[in-house]
Structure formats: C-alpha cells, structure tokens
C-alpha cells in the first residue's frame, strides 16, 4: 500500500483501540479516556509492552512502543524531564497542536498473544512497531539520516530508569492496599486438575461471571503473594453456559499455580469488579 492509503482507520482494522485523546492541562497536557466503558480503557493502560499512536484527522502522527505500561509511559509525555528528548519533543508537538484546535487521538494496541516459537511467547507489539513506522512514517518520530526511528532506538532508558523503579514501587503499594480493602462481588473456587495446573486455565464459574465484563473485555488477575498482575481477556463463548474463561497470559497463570499449590489443590478467587480477579496464596 502506498502511503496516501494509510490512516488512522488501518490501525483500528488491525486491532488499535481509540481509548483517550489529549488536551491541556495548565501548562502541561493530559490524556483523557472517552467514550464508554472507561473501566476496561483502564485496563488497557495498565497492560505492558502495548504499542500506541497518536492520530489527528485520520493521519497518523507517531507509532511508540512501551516495555512499561501505556499509563506509565505516558507520564514522560505530560511532564517531561528536562534531559528526555523524545518526551520533550512529543509534548511540543502535541501542546502545538491542541493550541491549534486540533484534536489528537490515542490509539493502543495490547494484544494477548498466543504467538510462540518453540517454548517462547513472541511479542507481538514489538515486531509490529518497525513494520508500523516504516510504513506510516510519522512525522513526530525521531529521525536518523532522514528516516524515521522507533522510539526504542532514542529512549532514554537511563534517565527514565529511575522514575520507572519509582513508579513501580507506588503502583505495587496502592494496588495490594486496594486488593487487601476492597469488597468482593463475588467469590470462587478453582479446583485444579491437569489442564488447570499444567496450562494455567481459569473459570472463574457461572455465579462469579455474572459481575465480570463482557465477551472479549479485558481483565486484570492480580495474585494474593504480591507477584505481578496479567491482563488477559474475558471470554464468553468457551463455556456452553457463557460463564467467563479467562484467555490469554495462560502459562503466566500456570507457573504462579505451579510455585504455590500442587495439582489438584484448590484455589480461592474474588471477583473484585467487571474487569479485576484476585487469587489468593495459600
């Protein structure tokens, strides 16, 4: 395809989700989420390794990649240190062009990939940002010998290192507060056998599913020993009854079954809210 074909509409096609745009925020700026069901958007934005654009009238602005989550990355964009190019550079432009009038969408990617080669998970949103910059050639890319660069070739992963340790620590301190304090809709039991324990399957059961999201939301499965939260993907045509099946990040699930219980040990499961599931430690 030539370039004049490609615009916003291709990502959306190929699996982006529009979930926020940017406006000012005094002298800074800020992403807001839009549109409905901002719980799932949220969700989206806790997801790592998640590619995203930035996207004014259908053209595509800048293609980025994040190894953190988009809601980390995005910090650097609205209050960029004074050393970090790429975030200075990103935050001129969109500053710029909200001063304009324009309106900047933002589009993510986070697939949950069933991609492996041998025994390894491919990443998916990192094979797909070169392949993405070449072909749009976003103007708000960096450039190098006139061409555009990923984000990942200029990041400033010494600077950022330590506001990411930082960010980590906080998020991991509000989340197990929040686990241990709040209510649970409902509650569940996992009785592992075989496929449970080898392959890290989840059914949560039909009552728990009634409070959980819909077919193809994502969902946030946090565990009770403080090890890092997957997101995954509800789905509701697995199971005759249409209770949820929690698809995606499987084998993550597997090895945290497999560091604390034995096959066919019971596991005990909160639905915290429509996209939050808790396991707890024995």
């Given at each position: 395809?030539?370039?004049?074909k490609?615009?916003?509409?291709?990502?959306?096609?190929?699996?982006?989700?529009?979930?926020?745009?940017?406006?000012?925020?005094?002298?800074?700026?800020?992403?807001?989420?839009d549109?409905?069901?901002?719980?799932?958007?949220q969700?989206?934005?806790?997801?790592?390794?998640?590619?995203?654009?930035?996207?004014?009238?259908?053209?595509?602005?800048?293609?980025?990649?994040?190894?953190?989550s988009?809601?980390?990355?995005f910090v650097?964009?609205c209050?960029?240190g004074?050393?970090?190019?790429?975030?200075l550079?990103?935050?001129?432009?969109?500053?710029?062009?909200?001063?304009?009038?324009?309106?900047?969408?933002?589009?993510v990617?986070?697939?949950?990939?069933?991609?492996?080669?041998?025994?390894?998970?491919i990443?998916?949103?990192?094979?797909?940002?070169?392949?993405?910059?070449k072909?749009?050639?976003?103007?708000?890319?960096?450039?190098?010998?006139?061409?555009?660069?990923?984000?990942?070739?200029?990041?400033?992963?010494?600077?950022?290192?330590?506001?990411?340790?930082?960010?980590?620590?906080?998020a991991?301190?509000?989340q197990?507060?929040?686990?241990a304090?709040t209510?649970?809709?409902?509650?569940?039991?996992?009785?592992?056998?075989?496929?449970?324990?080898?392959?890290?399957?989840?059914?949560?059961?039909?009552?728990?599913?009634?409070?959980?999201?819909?077919?193809?939301?994502?969902?946030?499965?946090?565990?009770?020993?403080?090890?890092?939260?997957?997101i995954?993907?509800?789905?509701?045509?697995?199971?005759?009854?249409?209770?949820?099946?929690?698809v995606?990040?499987n084998?993550?699930?597997?090895?945290?079954?497999?560091?604390?219980?034995?096959?066919?040990?019971?596991?005990q499961g909160?639905?915290?809210?429509?996209?939050?599931?808790?396991?707890?430690?024995?």
């Amino acid at each position: 395809m030539s370039n004049q074909k490609l615009n916003g509409e291709i990502l959306l096609n190929i699996g982006f989700v529009d979930i926020a745009t940017w406006g000012a925020d005094g002298d800074f700026i800020a992403y807001q989420l839009d549109g409905g069901d901002s719980d799932a958007k949220q969700v989206v934005l806790d997801e790592p390794n998640a590619l995203y654009a930035f996207v004014c009238g259908g053209d595509v602005l800048y293609v980025g990649k994040t190894a953190r989550s988009i809601g980390k990355r995005f910090v650097g964009y609205c209050r960029p240190g004074k050393t970090q190019q790429t975030n200075l550079r990103c935050h001129r432009n969109i500053k710029a062009a909200l001063a304009e009038g324009a309106e900047i969408r933002i589009l993510v990617f986070t697939p949950i990939s069933h991609l492996r080669y041998a025994d390894f998970e491919i990443n998916l949103a990192a094979g797909l940002e070169d392949s993405l910059i070449k072909a749009f050639n976003p103007p708000w890319n960096g450039r190098e010998r006139g061409q555009p660069i990923t984000e990942e070739a200029e990041r400033e992963e010494a600077e950022e290192a330590d506001t990411e340790r930082l960010d980590a620590l906080h998020a991991a301190g509000i989340q197990q507060k929040a686990m241990a304090t709040t209510p649970a809709l409902a509650t569940f039991i996992v009785t592992l056998g075989p496929t449970y324990y080898e392959k890290g399957l989840l059914n949560p059961g039909v009552e728990a599913s009634h409070y959980l999201g819909k077919d193809g939301d994502p969902i946030r499965i946090f565990f009770g020993d403080g090890s890092e939260p997957v997101i995954s993907t509800i789905n509701r045509t697995a199971n005759p009854t249409g209770a949820v099946r929690i698809v995606g990040k499987n084998p993550q699930i597997a090895q945290w079954f497999q560091r604390h219980f034995k096959q066919g040990d019971t596991v005990q499961g909160r639905a915290i809210n429509a996209h939050t599931i808790l396991l707890l430690a024995p």
